[in-house]
């Protein structure tokens, strides 16, 4: 008689893929949040009409950093590899950041976090959207460290040698200590930021 092995797994070890499940509901959850309020669905109907333009270009925006978040949490678990370019061969941070922006939107932006961090329009914390990118203080030096955020305190980013591309929440004291500001990449043109 042929005995099964129970497939067992520690809470240290499911941990990694709950919160990555968690953060994909909550990001698809937040998305769905920020769609657009029909007529139908207000009662209350401003007679100051909205410029199309503007909800045009606020639906792109959000259309586009949900394709962005997508893209960026497809690269969970490529390892670190500094100076790295591709999943393939690993990613570092603005790497990871350049990857996922040319993927997901066709720009090509700077390649170091320095330099991404005079790119497109500064972002107060609590502004922050989908798709902006964070700075941390990690090397003793200003903007050495780049993620991009998904929403609810998270971002995404390429750790450190040894470590993989992962989630990590804001909120923690490391994080929090070591936050130098946000940038909004929200230029439609592809290759307008191209630093070759």
């Given at each position: 008689?042929?005995?099964?092995?129970?497939?067992?797994?520690?809470?240290?070890?499911?941990?990694?893929?709950?919160?990555?499940?968690?953060?994909?509901?909550?990001?698809?959850?937040?998305l769905?949040?920020?769609?657009?309020?029909?007529?139908?669905?207000?009662?209350?109907i401003?007679?100051?009409?909205?410029?199309?333009?503007?909800?045009?270009?606020?639906?792109?925006f959000?259309?586009?950093?949900?394709?962005?978040?997508?893209?960026?949490?497809?690269?969970?678990?490529?390892?670190?590899?500094?100076?790295?370019?591709?999943?393939e061969?690993?990613?570092?941070?603005?790497?990871?950041?350049?990857?996922?922006?040319?993927?997901?939107?066709?720009?090509?932006?700077?390649?170091?976090?320095?330099?991404?961090?005079?790119?497109?329009e500064?972002?107060?914390?609590?502004d922050?959207?989908?798709?902006?990118?964070?700075?941390?203080?990690?090397?003793?030096?200003s903007?050495?460290?780049?993620?991009?955020?998904l929403?609810?305190n998270?971002?995404?980013?390429?750790?450190?040698a040894?470590?993989?591309?992962?989630?990590?929440?804001?909120?923690?004291?490391?994080?929090?200590?070591?936050f130098?500001?946000?940038?909004?990449?929200?230029d439609?043109?592809?290759?307008?930021?191209?630093?070759?």
């Amino acid at each position: 008689m042929s005995q099964s092995l129970p497939i067992t797994m520690s809470i240290k070890e499911a941990f990694p893929l709950f919160q990555t499940f968690a953060l994909a509901f909550a990001l698809i959850a937040t998305l769905l949040l920020y769609t657009p309020a029909r007529a139908s669905d207000i009662t209350d109907i401003d007679p100051r009409p909205i410029a199309s333009s503007t909800r045009s270009k606020l639906q792109q925006f959000t259309d586009r950093a949900s394709g962005l978040a997508v893209s960026a949490m497809g690269m969970i678990g490529i390892h670190y590899k500094y100076g790295g370019n591709s999943p393939e061969n690993g990613l570092d941070c603005s790497g990871l950041v350049r990857y996922v922006f040319k993927d997901a939107w066709g720009v090509n932006v700077p390649r170091t976090a320095a330099e991404l961090s005079r790119s497109g329009e500064k972002v107060d914390k609590q502004d922050l959207k989908p798709g902006d990118l964070v700075f941390y203080n990690t090397l003793r030096r200003s903007f050495s460290h780049v993620g991009i955020y998904l929403g609810d305190n998270k971002f995404i980013h390429a750790p450190s040698a040894g470590g993989q591309v992962r989630i990590e929440s804001m909120d923690l004291a490391y994080w929090k200590s070591r936050f130098n500001g946000a940038r909004r990449i929200n230029d439609t043109e592809p290759d307008s930021y191209s630093h070759q």
